[in-house]
């Protein structure tokens, strides 16, 4: 079985001790960490690059970061090809939006509209964990991808 940490939205910085702390609980059983973007700064990037990282630029990402990652990618993990984006526009239409951004994928893992969402649509599974920061009164929010012939996503509480 393989386990992914699926993060986005952090909008961080710096790697903060409770970022650090956290992260460590969530993710300490994964073996590969995703950010679909909008970590903000280089620095939280070269904390989460102690897990094997595959991240995307977000509309926030500073320009160090918009350098150093793709817009989007194709991770092939367990048998399952995986689409990353983070997303742009409307929330209301950003299923749309990255649902076209990819053909051939099992998954895609997007952010961008801060509301977690876990669908499946044309035989693709569409996951999204949320804002690791939350806001608005909702508490922040992870998610866990579990793959072993089929795929399960878990959306996990931060804090």
Known sequence: ???IGILSDTHLSAATDDFRKITATLFHHVDMLVHAGD???VEVHDFLSNWELKAVRGNMDD????ALLPEKR???VGGKAIGIIH?????AGIEDLVFREFEGVDVILFGHSHIP?????????????????GG??????????????????TLLRVG
């Open 39 to 41: 970590m903000t700064s």
């Open 87 to 91: 997303g742009r526009g409307n929330a």
């Open 63 to 66: 320009f160090g970061l918009k």
């Open 74 to 76: 194709i991770e092939n």
């Open 1 to 3: 079985m393989v386990r």
């Open 117 to 133: 969402l876990n669908t499946v649509r044309n035989g693709v599974h569409l996951f999204n964990p949320g804002s690791f920061r």
């Open 136 to 153: 608005m009164g909702k508490p922040g929010t992870a998610g866990i991808m579990e793959i072993d012939g089929t795929v399960r996503f």
